[in-house]
């Protein structure tokens, strides 16, 4: 009796979180039926992207911004890869028209120099008010450190670099572009591991939006790869689960059926025929 409810509670469990793996593909499923959606959904334009309440709600839809690309803020994101060649994801504030709001911008790709490190291949950084068309997409993602970097060093007396007016007189029919005081190269290298967004907005003194991210896409430009990988939902892993549970949940009935039933009337048959 121990073993038949043992039996049992191992074959009903096995099923249980089989049902919960397929549940948990079914979600994914949908949430990528949503993303391409939003994907087919025309650019938001920049006023409703800011009345939004919560920008995740747009979350891999795509914007149509206008503003400043805040150069010398650039960050080069190390051990990236496209394609499977290792390189550098480059990362530019963008300071929004007619707003005292920046936001990161993940511009694209680029291939690292294997002899040199600090030999940064050109990126083209266009001046001026400019139009942009990205994705909205979640800061960007951290990989593992083996250890962490020191807080910056104090500057040295009278080598303290004044904020920079980012907008400067930069005008349109729109009005004045934002002015977005900046302290460039403050405390860090520009190429670094990850980039933490709250660190780095109290780093350059921007008013950097630390909810969400910007992502380019589109062809390759201004010496930049734009193949980024698509987010990793990972539906196939919960078919995979659960496959496997119910796997187990059948062999451990095989079993049960095999050593209580099928063995035990194998040695009786063979005992009356021995006897």
């Known amino acids: 009796m121990l073993f038949a409810l043992l039996a049992l509670s191992l074959v009903?469990?096995?099923?249980?979180?089989?049902?919960?793996q397929l549940r948990r593909a079914a979600q994914k499923e949908a949430l990528q039926a949503e993303l391409d959606a939003k994907a087919k959904l025309p650019p938001?334009?920049?006023d409703a992207f800011l009345a939004l309440e919560d920008a995740r709600q747009?979350?891999?839809?795509?914007?149509?911004?206008?503003g400043l690309w805040l150069t010398p803020q650039t960050v080069y994101l190390d051990n990236r890869q496209m394609h499977g060649v290792p390189g550098f994801y480059v990362l530019t504030p963008f300071a929004l028209l007619g707003t005292e709001q920046t936001i990161l911008v993940q511009r694209g790709w680029i291939q690292r120099n294997f002899e040199s490190r600090e030999a940064l291949q050109p990126?083209?950084?266009?001046?001026?008010?400019?139009?942009?068309?990205?994705t909205v997409a979640p800061?960007?993602?951290?990989?593992?450190?083996?250890g962490k970097a020191a807080d910056p060093a104090p500057a040295a007396a009278g080598s303290a670099t004044p904020p920079a007016q980012a907008a400067g007189d930069a005008h349109d029919d729109k009005g004045s572009a934002p002015a977005a005081a900046a302290r460039?190269?403050?405390?860090s290298s520009a190429i670094r591991q990850n980039l933490d967004l709250e660190a780095y907005r109290t780093e350059t003194g921007l008013p950097l939006r630390t909810d969400v991210s910007l992502q380019q896409s589109g062809a390759a430009s201004q010496g930049l790869q734009r193949d980024w990988p698509a987010p990793a939902l990972g539906v196939e892993r919960h078919y995979g689960y659960a496959f496997q549970w119910f796997g187990l949940s059948a062999?451990?009935?095989?079993?049960y059926v095999w050593f209580q039933f099928v063995a035990p009337f194998r040695r009786r048959r063979r005992a009356r025929h021995g006897g």
């Open 12 to 20: 009903c469990g096995g099923i249980e979180l089989g049902n919960w």
């Open 251 to 255: 062999l451990v009935a095989i079993l």
């Open 184 to 187: 460039p190269g403050v405390g």
């Open 123 to 134: 990126v083209e950084t266009p001046p001026g008010l400019v139009d942009i068309v990205a």
């Open 44 to 46: 938001l334009e920049q």
């Open 139 to 146: 800061p960007p993602a951290h990989l593992m450190e083996l």
């Open 58 to 66: 747009a979350m891999h839809q795509t914007v149509h911004l206008r």
